[in-house]
């Protein structure tokens, strides 16, 4: 099957990145853009250039199975490496895996390994870091590249530092990127002016939706349970009032995907709606189960298909036109992988309703636009004022967070803390900064050029 032209260009440019380069590179897709077919043509091309195996890496067993067999597509093989999805064997130079059984095997995957291909990168977790660096130790020249619709996570703003056309992402908006280059990017707008996704019309809810006006993010990313527990649940009428209101907007639509906050709230959900087109789907469904319930929803046997948390990525039924929000997310790329369920294109679809009964949208939202969240890093957020610090190699004006422990020192161009007659304050690692950046944002992790 032939790339589209855009698809065709993002392998374009990270091949050209990797050719030259053993810096880690990233590429931005919307959902629905095709990452799987993208991931294939990039698996092909190195393997077919080096000889060398390259391992694609996914979260879940459906993102696995279906990145293999849009490679499969092709009529090349592959392996399967994935407890989860079935198959564990490396007959085939092109492994498609997941995260925790390449773990339990990494000697494995310690030499002859030209790439490793991370598919939903912004979830980037330590296991996937450690493999890497396994791998990497078995081969320093080894290539990682990331795709991934939604380039940032909470706290740490953007997950790599240089945009295409050479703008560097600062402390501001980035912490510690674990990616170099965005080397292609293909948005949400684009492709829906292009004609490869349905438009997303924001719904206005006919009821009251739930109050999280108390609801903040803990250290850990997340709600804390007595919030999320005050928010949702035992809220009986409020609910059955959304669900009513819901099924009403929906009543000429072919398929509804609720996203409740629990599991509990979740059956509260199923208690309004109609049973014999409901089903509900949380992370304690058995797999065989669930594997029933999502078949039926994609044959449209059911209408209404409720989901805790499970369902936000890797999974396409592209008949869903409405989808309902029923819970304050903690990022915006939450809810943008969320709302990303209902834009792929289908029969007798002209856009996807979204009907959201928190405040989601005006918290990640601000400027009104669904495709422009407000991004920032935390971390360097915190750290105070900030300061201008002129790159004394290369000139780049970076832009640090002043470290309030030399806030009282006069500062030089260059960022570095002055003592009383005006030289740089000297200590046994060079000049002492008075700023937390690391480094110039313009300069590359590494000067030289490499090749495969």
Not at 445 to 452: C, D, E, H, Q, V
């Amino acid at each position: 099957m032939p790339l589209r032209p855009y698809q065709q260009e993002a392998h374009d440019a990270a091949w050209q990145h990797v050719k030259t380069s053993i810096e880690t590179c990233l590429i931005e897709a919307a959902t629905g853009a095709g990452k799987s077919h993208i991931i294939a043509a990039l698996a092909h091309t190195i393997h077919g250039h080096t000889g060398k195996r390259v391992l694609c890496l996914a979260p879940s067993a459906e993102l696995v199975t279906q990145n293999r067999e849009k490679f499969l597509a092709t009529g090349n093989r592959a392996s399967m490496f994935s407890a989860s999805a079935g198959g564990k064997e490396l007959r085939y130079p092109v492994v498609f895996g997941s995260p925790l059984t390449v773990k339990n095997r990494i000697s494995r995957f310690a030499d002859g390994y030209a790439a490793v291909i991370v598919d939903e990168a912004h979830g980037l977790t330590p296991t996937l870091k450690s493999i890497i660096d396994a791998m990497r130790a078995g081969n320093p020249k080894l290539r990682v590249i990331g795709t991934t619709a939604t380039p940032y996570r909470m706290g740490d703003g953007y997950i790599f530092r240089m945009w295409p056309d050479g703008r560097v992402n600062d402390d501001y908006t980035t912490r510690d990127p674990y990616f170099m280059n965005l080397v292609s990017r293909i948005t949400a707008p684009e492709l829906i002016g292009m004609g490869f996704l349905t438009p997303p019309v924001i719904g206005t809810p006919g009821a009251e939706g739930y109050d999280t006006s108390a609801m903040q993010v803990n250290a850990r990313g997340q709600f804390d349970k007595a919030d999320v527990d005050k928010a949702y649940h035992g809220k009986g009428r409020l609910t059955s009032q959304i669900v009513a209101d819901v099924i009403e907007q929906c009543r000429n639509r072919q398929g509804v995907m609720f996203f409740a906050a629990t599991i509990q709230h979740a059956q509260e959900v199923m208690e309004s709606l109609p049973p014999e087109l409901s089903a509900i789907v949380t992370g304690a469904t058995p797999k065989r189960e669930r594997d029933s319930i999502l078949a039926r929803f994609k044959d449209r046997q059911i209408k209404y298909l409720v989901n805790v948390a499970v369902l936000t990525t890797g999974f396409d039924a592209p008949h869903v036109d409405c989808i309902a929000i029923l819970r304050k997310t903690e990022s915006a790329g939450l809810w943008t992988q969320i709302m990303g369920r209902g834009l792929r294109l289908c029969d007798g679809k002209e856009n996807c309703l979204v009907l959201d009964y928190t405040t989601n949208i005006d918290d990640h939202f601000p400027d009104g636009d669904l495709f422009d969240p407000k991004i920032e890093a935390k971390r360097a957020k915190e750290k105070g004022a900030g300061i201008k610090a002129i790159c004394p190699a290369c000139s780049y004006e970076n832009e640090f967070g002043l470290n309030p422990d030399y806030s009282e020192y006069p500062i030089d161009e260059n960022g570095y803390c002055l003592d009383l007659e005006g030289h740089q304050v000297e200590t046994d690692y060079g000049p002492l900064p008075a700023h937390f950046g690391r480094r110039c944002n313009a300069m590359s992790l590494k000067s030289a050029l490499w090749t495969l």
